[in-house]
Structure formats: structure tokens, C-alpha cells
């Protein structure tokens, strides 16, 4: 399984960009893919997580009402939109393979989580 990010970079505060999880190497039938974020000397954070099977989608208190997760299936893609950001979302952000084990889906705890992309970078100005 391969995932790879990308939308990163440089954005204004209160700006929009889009992250994109790009997947292979897996069947897009039944899956979970969390997006996690970590600053430097800082520990990872969960963000938010999408249960295919049902639809089921999870997010972290910071930044619920401002993200949104989605996938397109065709695409074998999951992406994070990202609104109104602010200086504090900056970070390295990631995406991740989860279990299919539990129900729905989870992010608050990464044991939950294997196969991870390398990460995209997002920088907010203020």
C-alpha cells in the first residue's frame, strides 16, 4: 500500500486549500484513511478520518465545522478540505491507512493506523 499527499504549502490565514491522499497498492472497497498533523517537537495529532463502508466520518474538536473529509472512489482518493485556516493549523500533514476492524473509524490513537504517506506540508501566514 502506497499513499502519497499533496496540496500542501503557503496559505494566507483564513485560506482554503484542498489536501489530497492518493492511494495504491490496495482495494478501494471497504477502507479507512485518517488524516493526522504534527508540528515540530510536537506530538501527532488526529484531524479527521472517513469510513467508506458507511460513510461514517470523524473529527477532531480544533477543527470541526472548518474540514471536511471526502473520497472519490474512482480516483482511489481521499481529500481534506481545509477553510477559514488559521496560524495554528500549521503543520506536516498525513495521511494513513486504518483498520477495518472496529467499527466507523477512529483517530485518537494512531495504533489503529499502519501504512503512511510521507506528509505535505501546510504553512499558514497570518
Known amino acids: 500500500v502506497q499513499l502519497v499527499e499533496s496540496g500542501g504549502g503557503l496559505v494566507q490565514a483564513g485560506g482554503s486549500p484542498r489536501l489530497s491522499c492518493a492511494a495504491s497498492?490496495?482495494?478501494?472497497?471497504?477502507?479507512?484513511i485518517g488524516w493526522f498533523r504534527q508540528a515540530p517537537g510536537k506530538e501527532l495529532e488526529g484531524v479527521s478520518c472517513?469510513?467508506?463502508?458507511?460513510?461514517?466520518?470523524y473529527y477532531a474538536d480544533s477543527v470541526k465545522g472548518r474540514f471536511t473529509i471526502s473520497s472519490d472512489n474512482a480516483k482511489n482518493t481521499v481529500y481534506l478540505q481545509m477553510n477559514s485556516l488559521k496560524p495554528e493549523d500549521t503543520d506536516v500533514y498525513y495521511c494513513?491507512?486504518?483498520?477495518?476492524?472496529?467499527?466507523?473509524?477512529?483517530?485518537?490513537?494512531?495504533?489503529?493506523?499502519?501504512?503512511w504517506g510521507r506528509g505535505t506540508q501546510v504553512t499558514v501566514s497570518s
Open positions: 494513513a491507512e486504518g483498520t477495518t476492524v472496529i467499527d466507523g473509524c477512529v483517530i485518537d490513537s494512531i495504533s489503529y493506523y499502519f501504512s
Open positions: 497498492g490496495f482495494t478501494f472497497d471497504d477502507y479507512v
Open positions: 472517513i469510513r467508506s463502508s458507511d460513510g461514517d466520518t
